[in-house]
């Protein structure tokens, strides 16, 4: 369940996917299938009458699948495994014939908690040296982001024909050196502004900004908080695990969020290294 996983291993979803994606590549797990791991539904129409719209073994089956399903005041929750046990009623059969009873307008359906399910291809892998890779891989797709926004900022504030930019970038070096209708050769040169001047963070208290959340976080699992996640409180970057900490609430959370990211995890690397 990604919501679950992303909760215990404090990896935000879309990162989590990426990971999972690259866990297929090199082999080591395989997507089987996906299912929804909750269904609960609302009658439009009383049990009685829903179960009077079948005969034999299906009036049976609709029975069974009404009596074991826990009812509050308003939804019923399915109980796959109850039914299973006492019915020998197979998950497929019990989602069609919800999804059927839906179709004819007698319930109204929700399903919940999409469970997806891998098989696991490999158990010879060592941990220490996958993460080193893993990790290496993504610093490496970080830093080719970063750049791509560099060049793409670079672009925008060019003095230089555009179109003859864009084209060397994608490694046509045949275009002309003006094309005579973009903005800059039209003698309308773009100027970004200059990032505000900000205090040195050397200035910066790091135990007054830090100390509050680096106590709950040992007081939450006992372990210390690193320069990533100390990074991410300063700038305001929340994490799954901020949520269980109310990181939100603590003294310093995205106090340096006007400060480059990376700016600010050296210097929390310098404080963590005194």
Known sequence: TLNALSDQSNIRQLPLKTLLVQLELRGIIAPLFAYFAEYRFKYLVEPEALVAKFEGE????????????????TWSTVDFDRLYNEHQAERARVVKALDFFQERGWIELESKQMTEVYASLRSDWDTGSLADELHGY????????IGRINAMLALFASDSCLSQRLAAYFGDH????????CSVC??????????????ALEGKDFAALCSGFRQRQHEYDGRDAGAESLTRFLCGIATP????LKARNLPGFAALEDYPYAQVRDWVSRQLDL
């Open 138 to 145: 993504f610093k490496r797709q970080e830093a080719s982001e």
């Open 241 to 244: 695990i901020f949520t269980r």
């Open 186 to 199: 039209r003698g309308q040169v773009a100027r970004l502004p200059e990032p505000a001047a900000l205090p």
């Open 174 to 181: 045949q275009a002309p050196a003006r094309c005579g209708h």
């Open 58 to 73: 299906r009036r049976q089956f609709v029975e069974a699948l009404v009596a074991t399903s826990q009812r509050a005041r």
